[in-house]
């Protein structure tokens, strides 16, 4: 009850300061959505490659980027599943957009379980929105794709594939040897003869590796891994493959060369006593260390990490370190590369989650500690603010009605919308219901990938905060990048609209 009574407060306050509460033609999507969430998610064994799923592949190829809406809906409509579409889309990418450089138009990949998350808690009307929006989104990638050369993953070559017993050691030697070929053969035989998470060990450890792409390669292995969770591991080949491409590119470098501390982390991770994993929650560890990324290099910010488990922190502090260095980063110098900063944190989070090697979970650590001052060094943030010091600002609205006017307030000053996220969560407010508010922006007005990708990261992240004494300053940190209610509506939007009511009626 109290659920449903906060979400019309948000529905009433957020139509009367814009925020798109009025769904017009997009509320027919939801005869053809899966009526809950759960629906939606999916394990790597619930799933297989059915004969379906070439067929939907090749008409989100070859459908006109105008048409692609309207035939998404008309499928949907006949009974084309939300898993299949998605299955669709992230494996339609992975055919045709060259995951070099692992950024850029090949966010059409990187983007899809992003947008894959933010579905799974939107209400029933807007949950295939972001599938929409992803599929928009690929049409203009591949059109990008072929400007450039129409790259495509070609078949692989079935005499070099190595056996299942051989396929781990072999992708190691390509990976270190920065041999695409080597590593192309060695991802199928991964694929092919192993199981899931003993497949991923070996691109956990090189995804975490280099920093070239501003954090890309660790985002899109998490990327990779997470999708197909929903997907099915069965589509797994091309998509390793596809990963281990880009996770070799150099960018133009003539040596192979790795950007960032990570050979100096090989040593750092040595240091670390063994039962690291038992330190002890301590928020002084936390300060301690996001002081220490405002102004270290590289190194010296991953001996301080090391220094701080060796005397007894656990991990989960120095990780709320790193996430509330990244998002003060954005607070300070919002763009692309700060941006960057928190969502390349939340996969180097995830993999350091995700793996089962002691070593990789020690460097995933080091790295994301050491990455935030590259970042800081080319970001050239300002000093003034600081996420641990972000005053209250009294909202006029009473109650949940707040929720409308942060968002008012994101288009005339952030620091102030910031100011008063701090000040309604103080006084009770609802972090849930921001991030329905936020959601629906992004749905409505975000306008590219990193809308997205930002989205589900921060939120994901403030979710996961050790001290729950960090989230406000985290959900407060978001306003400074989320559209404010003064920003126009997607003109995605606009046409989804149309091509509902032509397909719907």
């Known amino acids: 009850m109290a659920g449903d009574l906060r979400r019309r407060q948000f529905l009433q306050s957020a139509s009367a300061l814009g925020l798109g509460a009025g769904l017009g033609g997009l509320s027919s999507l939801a005869t053809i959505t899966p009526a809950r969430g759960a629906a939606l998610v999916v394990g790597p064994d619930s799933v297989r490659f059915r004969p379906e799923i070439e067929p939907v592949v090749r008409w989100i190829e070859q459908t006109p980027r105008d048409q692609a809406l309207e035939t998404a809906i008309s499928h949907l409509k006949a009974g084309l599943s939300y898993r299949d579409l998605l299955s669709g889309l992230f494996l339609a990418g992975i055919r045709n957009v060259k995951p070099r450089p692992v950024g850029f138009k090949f966010h059409a990949v990187l983007v899809i379980n992003s947008a894959h998350l933010l579905a799974q808690t ?19 990638s591949q059109a990008q794709d072929i400007k450039e050369g129409d790259w495509t993953l070609g078949a692989v070559d079935e005499a070099k594939v190595p056996s299942a017993t051989l396929a781990s050691a072999a992708f190691v030697r390509a990976m270190e040897a920065w041999d695409s070929d080597a590593a192309d053969v060695a991802a199928a035989g991964l694929a092919r003869g192993t199981g899931a998470a003993q497949a991923m060990e070996p691109f956990w450890r090189y995804a975490v590796r280099d920093q070239r792409d501003i954090g890309h390669k660790a985002i899109f292995a998490a990327q990779c891994w997470r999708t197909l969770q929903a997907i099915g591991w069965q589509h797994a080949e091309p998509v390793l493959r596809s990963l281990a491409f880009g996770m070799l590119d150099l960018r133009g470098d003539e040596r192979p060369v790795v950007v960032g501390p990570y050979e100096s982390n090989l040593e750092q991770a040595k240091k670390i006593r063994d ?25 010296a910010a991953s001996i301080e990490a090391v220094r701080l488990l060796n005397g007894g922190a656990s991990p989960s502090s120095l990780w709320d370190a790193i996430v509330l260095g990244g998002s003060e980063l954005l607070m300070r110098s919002p763009g692309i ?55 209250n600002r009294a909202t006029d609205s009473p109650g949940d009605e707040a929720v409308g006017e942060l968002f008012a307030a994101i288009s005339k000053d952030r620091k102030q919308a910031a100011e008063k996220t701090m000040s309604y969560l103080a006084r009770g407010g609802s972090n849930d219901l921001i991030f329905a508010a936020a959601r629906r922006m992004i749905f409505h007005k975000g306008k590219d990938s990193h809308d997205y990708k930002y989205g589900a990261a921060a939120w994901e992240e403030c979710q996961l905060a050790s001290d729950p004494k960090w989230r406000p300053a985290l959900t407060a940190a978001m306003m400074f990048n989320l559209p404010g209610a003064a920003t126009a509506d997607s003109p995605l939007m606009n046409r989804a609209r149309e091509a509902i009511s032509r397909v719907m009626g």
């Open 122 to 140: 939107a209400g029933v009307e807007e949950r295939l929105l972001p599938l929409l929006w992803a599929l928009d989104n690929f049409k203009n």
């Open 275 to 299: 039962d690291w994993q038992d330190g002890k929650a301590d928020p002084g560890s936390t300060v301690a260390l996001l002081e220490t990324i405002r102004q270290a290099t590289p190194e």
């Open 337 to 391: 590369v700060s941006l960057h900063a928190v969502t390349a944190a939340n996969a180097l989070h995830f993999i350091y989650g995700a793996s089962g090697d002691d070593t990789t979970r020690r460097l995933a650590l080091l790295q994301a500690v050491g990455w935030l001052p590259l970042y800081r060094g080319r970001a050239r943030p300002d000093g003034a603010i600081r996420i641990d010091a972000i005053e």
